[in-house]
């Protein structure tokens, strides 16, 4: 299976900041999606993020509050921008690898909290 | 959209016990079925995962299998272990973007 490298782990910011989540690959996937998991609750699909192009996003999400970039294959970032104690979730990098492994794995989240 | 109820929400089991956890589906196009175990603090497992082709599919301890008529598909964990406590997540797709149910969390006891 893909080994998937989110940063930073977790993260404490101030209201009106942004932040910006990592999620590396160690192989050429075809697919990289972000998810949002709220506290206590199950997984909510943000956007799925293209190679070179704008990110497809989900009804309830948009680009400003959470732009996403993917330059490459084994790469890409979610920015949570303008943060409110709402947006205190784990982020959740997935990705689905190429060839015959095409199975759906996560990374290990970055859990943030706003205050 | 897809829509993917899941029960029970909560499961305590003896160890040894078999624990079975269903999800029922409403999108008749999906056709990748997967499961996930979270423990605490960390990113969700994959499993074990079906595809609409296979009615049943099985790893060691833990069996999955999909009935499309119905468009059901059940998670079966037997010999239950302490170490499969745990939050359990049933998901739906036909493109990889995963509909999540709203998670089981098993309850293994000693």
């Known amino acids: 299976s893909a080994v998937i490298s989110q940063k930073p782990s977790r993260d404490i910011c101030q209201r009106g900041t942004s932040l910006t989540i990592q999620c590396q690959v160690d192989?050429?996937?075809?697919?990289m999606f972000w998810y949002r998991q709220q506290p206590g609750q199950s997984l909510t699909l943000i956007a799925t993020?293209?190679?070179?192009?704008?990110?497809?996003?989900e009804s309830g999400f948009v680009i400003d509050k959470f732009p996403i970039s993917r330059p490459n294959l084994t790469f890409s970032t979610l920015t949570v921008s303008n943060m409110s104690p709402e947006d205190s979730s784990i982020y959740l990098c997935s990705v689905v690898g190429a060839g015959s492994n095409t199975e759906a794995f996560f990374g290990q989240g970055t859990r943030l909290t706003v205050v | 959209g897809e829509n993917v109820e899941q029960h029970p929400s909560t499961l305590s089991v003896q160890e040894g016990d078999s624990a079975v956890i269903k999800c029922t589906y409403s999108?008749?196009?999906?056709?990748?079925f997967p499961w996930y175990k979270q423990e605490l603090g960390k990113g969700p497992q994959l499993i074990i995962d079906i595809r609409s082709n296979v009615g049943e599919k099985k790893d060691q301890r833990i069996a999955v299998t999909l009935n499309k008529t119905a468009k059901h598909f059940s998670l079966h964990i037997t010999e239950t272990q302490p170490e499969d406590s745990a939050v359990y997540f049933c998901a739906a797709s036909n493109d990889y973007k995963l509909s999540f149910g709203a998670g089981t969390t098993v309850t293994v006891r000693a």
């Open positions: 192989s050429q996937v075809t697919m």
């Open positions: 999108d008749s196009a999906s056709n990748y």
């Open positions: 993020a293209n190679q070179g192009s704008e990110a497809t996003y």
